[in-house]
């Protein structure tokens, strides 16, 4: 019934209804019906047993990243959500939420900042850090103030697909909300909310697509969404001229208002419109590529985004800008946005880029960033190297007291030792860089998996680099299974319930996960 209850967002105070209680005494006369503490206690013992599993998980992993995101909930409490994501042992990437917890109080970075430290802190193993954290652009300075209560570096990235969701916001409020969004919102709103007017559009739709096109409205926050759903409106803009001749007179008069008057089908402005979606259309598909979590994304960062300049370039040398002035003041905006977005690109997503034995030494990727990377990327590496020397040369005063067999093993491992951090270096990129590129479809952590062994140190930076995300997608997710629990008319459930009923919603997906 705890279960139950959690899956399908029912109150826990239905136990305590006399209805419900009469249902049950009819269903099963010798069932008795826990009650509100009691369902509310075993909802928390259970998600506290998913939680522990997921602790024991992560403890072993030395360089998780972490990604986290504010919400505020229709109760307007605002919420912070925390996933880690790590590469394991194995070569397993791993995506696990440990927290969606309040913020009480001002919601400062260096407020934030600790809070996430204090989350993150039972989920380490002893000596272990963060990475690297994702936020979006307004919550950078938290991972300062995380740093700081952790005692480390943490490698700060802001969420890639936060920054394209702002660009194709702006661009899309900058050039279409006058003529085409508004309109747009008010006709699909209107399909769903006045029946003659739904049935017009059924009967349009009949005589050309043989069946009604079903129309959704976008996300206000996601303006991907805006891009699929104006990329729905050119499928059917054959429907809504025939919609707009049909309510021009008669008794359908009275929905005329609602229809778009973006003429023939063939005109200018659906015209333009066509070509607007096919422009923006990829941005949203690399923001649904970069969320994924079940695989490698942040190395992907940078191939994405030569792909959405070659997109615009394209479109500027197919369609000529005097036939297309506005087409080509919108693709010139696009593109110098992404130069933006790779002015401020952090270096960890170069660097994941050349780990990626899929994207190594990508031919569009600029050769002065690869240079910065792998600078930095040598400069960890030999740090790194001269580490583990250091470790083993101290493990050598004590080899008397180890077995034959062991010493046998680190014979085997200490052969970096005859060489010096840059030769290491050296020997491990030249050999890496040898290699053939991956299959694009291919699994890198399985490359790695299968190639760690001539590549000892290289490998732990892929694990470390390649476990970034690119996004915040996980958190949201998180979002967005919680925000029919947390509203105005349940405003008496604890925090630690909330996160319980989150964790017992998720639990299939863990429980796959850690099995």
């Known amino acids: 019934m705890a279960i139950c209850f959690a899956d399908c967002h029912i109150p826990l105070n239905i136990v305590e209804n006399e209805s419900f209680l009469d249902f049950f005494s009819v269903a099963s006369p010798l069932y008795k019906i826990p009650s509100r503490a009691s369902l509310r206690e075993l909802i928390c013992v259970e998600a506290r047993a998913i939680k ?120 899309l409020n900058d050039y279409l909300e006058a003529d085409y969004l508004t309109n747009w919102r008010t006709f699909v709103a209107r399909t769903h909310k006045s029946h003659p007017f739904n049935e017009i559009w059924e009967e349009c739709c009949q005589q050309f697509y043989g069946a009604k096109k079903i129309l959704q409205l976008d996300t206000p926050t996601r303006w991907s969404s805006t891009v699929m759903m104006l990329a729905k409106a050119v499928t059917v803009k054959l429907a809504v001229e025939r919609m707009y001749h049909t309510t021009q007179a008669g008794d359908r008069m009275e929905h005329f208002e609602f229809v778009p008057n973006w003429g023939p089908a063939a005109s200018e402005m659906w015209d333009l419109l066509d070509k607007v979606v096919e422009l923006f259309l990829p941005t949203a598909e690399a923001i649904a590529l970069l969320e994924g979590e079940k695989y490698v994304t942040q190395s992907l960062v940078l191939v994405q985004l030569c792909y959405l300049e070659k997109v615009a370039l394209s479109i500027k040398t197919k369609y000529p800008s005097q036939l297309n002035p506005q087409l080509h003041v919108i693709a010139n905006d696009l593109l110098e946005e992404l130069n933006q977005l790779w ?36 400069k960890e590496f030999m740090e790194l190297v001269s580490k583990s020397n250091e470790v083993a040369n101290e493990a050598d005063e004590m080899r008397e007291e180890k077995s034959p067999f062991e010493l046998m093993f680190e014979d085997l491992s200490s052969s970096s030792r005859k060489l010096s951090p840059l030769q290491v270096w050296k020997q491990e990129i030249n050999v890496y860089q040898g290699l053939p590129r991956a299959d694009y479809k291919s699994d890198p952590l399985f490359w790695w998996k299968v190639n760690s062994g001539q590549l000892p140190f290289l490998s732990l930076f892929a694990k470390r680099y390649l476990a970034i995300p690119a996004s915040q997608a996980s958190c949201e997710r998180l979002f967005s299974i919680s925000k029919n629990d947390i509203t105005e008319t349940r405003t008496s459930m604890t925090p630690e319930l909330v996160e319980a009923l989150l964790f017992l919603r998720k639990r299939k997906d863990i429980t796959n996960l850690l099995t």
């Open 52 to 171: 522990e599993k997921i602790r024991l998980k992560t403890q072993k992993c030395e360089h998780p990243s972490y990604c986290t995101d504010l919400w505020k909930s229709k109760a307007r409490d605002y919420y912070l959500a925390v996933t880690l994501q790590i590469v394991d042992e194995d070569w397993h990437l791993w995506n696990l939420p440990i927290a969606f917890v309040p913020i009480f109080g001002p919601h400062t970075a260096e407020a934030v900042g600790n809070l996430i430290g204090d989350v993150l802190i039972p989920f380490l193993g002893k000596g272990f850090k963060p990475f690297a954290g994702v936020i979006d652009g307004g919550d950078v300075a938290s991972i300062k103030f995380t740093s700081k209560k952790l005692d480390c570096t943490i490698k700060d990235n802001t969420c890639i697909c936060h920054l394209l969701n702002n660009i194709i916001k702006r661009m």
């Open 343 to 378: 002015d401020n690109l952090p270096v960890d997503s170069v660097i994941a880029s050349i780990l990626d034995p899929r994207t190594k030494w990508h031919d569009k990727i600029p050769a002065q960033e690869i240079k910065e990377a792998l600078s930095l990327l040598k």
